[in-house]
């Protein structure tokens, strides 16, 4: 509000409205309501929203908001523009060359949260799985390994690259 106020020097003010989403929405909705669809709901009608830290549910379940968010409401985009800032202490020559901005692929790959705990059952069987039908022979310490699926399509790759030629493109970005 401060941020708004001193820009616009009173003439625009922001209304926030709260959408609960982890612990709290347990305190709204119910005990094992982490990811309310309501607040799906409203981040797609109003198509913005602004997100603290959340707590994951231990046990069963979503294995993470974060990655339930990203998979829900298909944000496959992590924007990171990079610059220097006058005066910022830095380890670059010329840091004042500095500016970027950097896409990454947001819900494939290690972020599409295929995982299985080390020690349990299933991540046991997908090891099995690995070594006598897929042929895999090394895994370092299989007795204590957790394991993910990197799930990497051609269409998520292009829709990112699209995306990224599109964004330069529209902002006059060198590349």
Known sequence: ??????AYKGERKISWMEIYTGEKSTQV??????LPAETLDLIREYRVAIK???TTPVGGGIRS?????RQELDLYICLRPVRYYQGTPSPVKHPELTDMVIFRENSEDIYAGIEW??????????????????????IRFPEHCGIGI???SEEGTKRLVRAAIEYAIANDRDS
Do not use: T
Request: charged letters at 35%; one cysteine or more.
């Open 52 to 54: 603290g830290p959340l």
């Open 117 to 138: 705990k080390a020690d349990s059952a299933d991540a046991e069987k997908v090891i099995k799985f690995l070594r006598e039908e897929m042929g895999v022979k090394k």
């Open 150 to 152: 990197k799930p990497c």
């Open 65 to 69: 908001l974060n990655v339930a968010l």
């Open 1 to 6: 509000d401060a941020a708004v106020e001193k």
């Open 29 to 34: 909705y119910g005990q094992d309501v982490w």
